[in-house]
């Protein structure tokens, strides 16, 4: 008898805990895209620094998404795998890819400033903040290169 109360008494702690402190889609991807944006800054300036730190960060917090974050974590992990500027590139496509569809299909909020942008000549969108054009997958040789989607959801 004890041994039930006990289990009783675990379970109703655990609904406490978890209607009173829910886990947040948009604290995670708001958490998840900081290294997001770090990485895009990184291939707008045709560099990899930190691109593979970033990468893993993500993955690491797309995984507390669950079902719904694993396109994410497997994006994420991809491009931390890449060896130069070009693959970072399509990989990053992947991610962003990947990032824009959980927003739309959660409903969740990037954040204020966050803005969709599609570069017509590699055929993909990414998220960046602000509303001037930084194109990631074009860097420096066409920085400019894109145009603004929309708010991000």
């Known amino acids: ?22 886990v947040r889609a948009e604290s995670t991807l708001a958490t998840l895209l900081d290294p997001y944006f770090r990485i895009q800054t990184a291939l707008t300036d045709d560099k990899t620094d930190g691109v593979k730190t970033d990468a893993v960060l993500i993955a690491a917090e797309a995984k507390s998404l669950g079902a ?5 974590a497997a ?10 500027l070009n693959a970072a590139r399509l990989a990053f496509g ?3 890819d990947a990032v824009i569809a959980y927003s739309e299909s959660t409903k969740t909020d990037a954040g204020d400033g966050v803005t969709a942008m599609y570069c017509p000549m590699v055929k993909k969108s990414w998220l960046q903040k602000g509303t001037a054009v930084k194109n990631p997958y074009y860097g420096k040789a066409m920085q400019g290169c894109g145009e603004k989607k929309k708010k991000a959801a």
């Not at 008898?1 to 829910?22: K, N, T, W």
């Not at 719904?68 to 994410?72: H, L, M, Y």
């Open 1 to 22: 008898m004890r041994l039930l109360s006990l289990r009783v008494g675990a379970v109703i702690g655990l609904a406490v805990v978890c209607v009173a402190f829910p």
């Open 75 to 84: 994006a994420a992990t991809e491009l931390a795998a890449v060896a130069d």
């Open 68 to 72: 719904a974050g694993e396109p994410i």
């Open 94 to 96: 992947k991610l962003s």
